[in-house]
């Protein structure tokens, strides 16, 4: 390793003995293992890791908006801060060492991302309101100064809780900064109740609906292209597959929150038909038991038998980390990437082996590193 870089990999002792002998940068001995890259969590909400098991989602998706809504008041900025810290903890521990995090409040951009790289979405909504447009944009007005490995993103929530002038100039905004966007969208058939015609549960709670689709909206307003992650996508339609594959877009799936609300299964073999890279997220504790992407792999296998282990550990290697718009950067072991990987306790017979005990089983941690530095597990010094 050389800066945080991956020089080479080295598999034999005589490799290594050769490599010391030319002055190569660097050597990192973690001995016998399984050696991966560091997987990357695409969609992410740290900040909500304090209301882990406070909440219910078998009443459906709007009582649980209703729920959340207060049980966040409730909590402070340092509130915010430290379960930034936790979700952070539990990410390391588990073999994650990228994260695409939605933050909405200053406190949660102070938390510690143990030393985690990844993209910082600042979440703004509107909810409609125009007396609410210019207090959501005096949160991501000035660029963000993020720690050493993270960087800014943008995160116009939904099309459901953004106005069109919202939406329009927070894709002004990602432009001229070129930033990674995040946007939930297709979450719920009640979303798109109420967007389209203003009816459903949604209308309990929501203004005046726009009467288009989701995507229409984020379309018009120039959100939909190469740097735009859509995070759901639960019931798309086949004209929407076609333009997300038009846009080049990454969707983001969340196995462990899509078996939170019991929802009905997932369509990835549509999206694998119509071209369109699927990666995986955990989103937050408030809809999810954990924050181990090693989970959302074995329950999105047991939920989509038609998925190979190769296609699965892609969705949380590289098609995560072109979500993030970091693909040049994570998710693989190559030369002159980030030296970010992870050890297991395990030796497989071939490659078929791995990816079907990685994505099956889990992972066992021994250590795991960022930029070469250890940030978890094991005995090894940093790098």
Not at 283 to 293: H, Q, T
Request: with cysteine; aromatic share 4%.
């Amino acid at each position: 390793m050389r800066r945080g870089r991956i020089e080479g990999l080295l598999r034999t002792s005589a490799a290594i003995r050769r490599a010391q002998a030319k002055g190569a940068g660097t050597l990192v001995d973690l001995g016998e293992g399984l050696l991966v890259p560091g997987l990357v969590n695409a969609h992410a909400h740290l900040e909500l890791s304090c209301l882990r098991g406070a909440l219910r989602g078998d009443r459906g998706f709007v009582p649980w908006i209703r729920s959340i809504v207060p049980a966040r008041r409730a909590r402070t900025e340092a509130d915010f801060a430290l379960s930034v810290e936790q979700g952070a903890r539990r990410l390391v521990a588990t073999g994650t060492t990228t994260v695409g995090d939605i933050v909405s409040t200053r406190g949660s951009l102070r938390g510690s991302r143990c030393g985690m790289r990844g993209v910082l979405y600042r979440e703004v909504l509107d909810v409609g309101d125009p007396r609410r447009l210019e207090a959501a944009l005096s949160f991501v007005r000035r660029p963000l100064r993020a720690a050493r490995g993270l960087r800014e993103g943008l995160s116009p929530h939904a099309p459901y809780t953004t106005s069109r002038e919202l939406l329009a100039r927070a894709a002004v905004l990602a432009r001229r900064r070129d930033v990674p966007v995040a946007i939930h969208w297709e979450e719920s058939r009640a979303e798109r109740e109420w967007l389209e015609d203003g009816s459903g549960e949604f209308a309990r709670i929501l203004r005046q609906s726009p009467h288009a689709s989701g995507l229409e909206m984020l379309g018009a307003a120039g959100l939909l292209n190469r740097r735009t992650a859509l995070v759901h996508g639960n019931h798309p339609t086949r004209r929407e597959l076609e333009a997300i594959a038009r846009a080049g877009s990454v969707l983001v799936h969340c196995p462990g929150t899509h078996r939170f609300f019991a929802r009905e299964p997932f369509p990835w073999t549509r999206f694998r038909r119509a071209g369109i890279p699927v990666a995986l997220g955990t989103d937050s504790l408030a809809s999810n038991e954990d924050l181990d992407v090693y989970r959302e792999m074995r329950l999105f296998r047991a939920s989509v038998p038609a998925a190979s282990p190769g296609e699965v550990w892609e969705m949380a290697t590289t098609a995560a980390a072109r979500a993030l718009g970091m693909e040049r950067e994570v998710g693989t072991l190559l030369p002159g990437r980030a030296a970010d990987f992870v050890l297991h306790a395990f030796l497989p017979r071939d490659r078929e082996q791995a990816l079907e005990s990685l994505t099956c089983e889990g992972g066992r941690v021994v250590c795991l590193h960022v930029g070469g530095r250890r940030r978890s597990g094991g005995t090894h010094g940093d790098g």
